[in-house]
């Protein structure tokens, strides 16, 4: 259980609702008139509180009754608490910024256990305004033929059946790229003006390799569905970049399985590292997709919409059945603060965090990286490539093929040059010369 700590001395949220024999009651008048005035300020006022509910860090909104503020709650994805009189939503860092700017355009914001951002523009566009600034602003001066045009693009790549977020991501960015041809004719458009939109946004973004390659990827679709004059072969993606998949040991993975004291926490980090899945696979599973009995739990619609079994480990079916019987969800694996809604991707990132950190691992963990170890750890046990392509639901070999440069089974075997030169010199001289570099002898 929480309660909001001390809101303005819980006061406010009393004499917003004083009645004139309350009122009457008070004695000294300075008080009083203190009061009211506090009472006046607080109706513009939004109070957003950081604070910890069932073990999950919450953001807690409190102001005076004001439909526009009602809205924003809402529009916000937090729900009402009755017995604590307050709005409560799933902290992360983007909704905290992003409720701090929403209700900032409305009234007062007053931040409690969390530092208020000193700016809201984290990257600078070529004009030096923040990213979200820089589409809000420009979307409104967007022609209706444009908007329109927007809209009649959504459509069109739903209709291609292209993933939502497929279509979230090249909706963005074909906005940017509206809002920098200003009035500019569609059907004038050229690749010059293409290659201009990436010298002037996405290189002064400093956007990733990938997300230049998702640019010129929405642009070619806008280039089938609008006429112009861009020619599509002469249209080149940035060479995609080969990192090699960081990974952790074995005993990493138990010392961050340990660190993770919510049994929720746990059952979801225990079931990427255990099965291989991807954060939006196991944020979509439902209950029916578990088969205890066979040990196998169906993936739907995986990525390139394909659907296919994984193994359920022997050592999670225990762990599976305590998280049932203790959290009791209703249709989703995991769910939210509310029965039947998903959890958050965030929320998992968050808590990630913090068991890396308890765990003393110092490396850049993501959920995506217990997926790497549980290939790169199968390969190293001995699996055969193909069978760790289908776990993975890898569509080409090629890319299953990336984790057979970070398995030790084979490395571990290759001897240095230098190991080889100091055991042939310590042979030949029959004596412990030459057997440490540490040595003065060398």
Known sequence: MFTPNCFLEQRISKHAFLRPHSLDSLSDEGRLLELLKCNEEMKHQVTITKTVFNNREVL????????????????????????????????????????????????NVVTKGVLKPKSMNRYADSRGKGIKEFRSSGSRDLSSENKRFLHDFVKYLRGKLLSESTVRTYYIHILDFLIYLKDK?????????????????????????????????????FSKFQPCQIENLALERPR????????????????????????????????????????????????????????????????????RYVVMAESF???????????????????????????????????LRQSVKRAGIRKRITPHTLRHSYATHLLEQGVDLRYIQELLGHSRP?????????????????????????EQLSKSNNNDTFTSLSGDNL
Not at 209 to 215: G, P, Y
Not at 332 to 351: D, N, Q
């Open 60 to 107: 807690l909104f409190q102001f005076s009754y004001q439909d526009e503020l009602k809205q924003i709650a809402k529009k916000l994805g937090a729900r009402w608490e009755p017995e604590r009189r307050v709005w409560v939503i799933t902290y992360s860092k983007s909704k905290f910024i992003k409720a701090v700017a929403d209700f900032g355009n409305f009234s």
């Open 398 to 422: 090629e890319t299953t093929m990336i984790y057979t440069h970070v398995t030790k089974r084979d490395m571990l075997s290759i001897s240095s040059p230098l190991d080889s030169i100091i």
């Open 240 to 307: 995609k970049s080969r990192f090699l998949p960081l990974v952790l040991s074995r005993v990493e993975v138990i010392d961050l399985l340990r660190n993770t004291r919510n049994i929720k926490h746990r059952v979801i980090l225990a079931l990427l590292y255990s099965s291989g899945l991807r954060i939006g696979e196991l944020i979509n599973l439902e209950l029916r997709d578990f088969d205890i009995d066979r040990r196998q739990i169906l993936i739907r619609s995986g990525k390139g919409r394909k659907d």
């Open 185 to 221: 004719s569609l059907i004038a458009v050229n690749n010059r003006d293409v290659e201009l939109f990436v010298e002037d946004i996405c290189v002064k973004r400093k956007y990733s390799v990938s997300t230049h390659r998702q640019v010129i990827s929405a642009i070619k679709q």
């Open 317 to 351: 079916v225990q762990l599976l059945r305590n998280y049932l019987l203790s959290y009791k969800p209703v249709k989703y694996f995991v769910e939210g603060l509310s029965p039947s809604i998903k959890y958050s991707a965030t929320s998992v990132r968050s808590f």
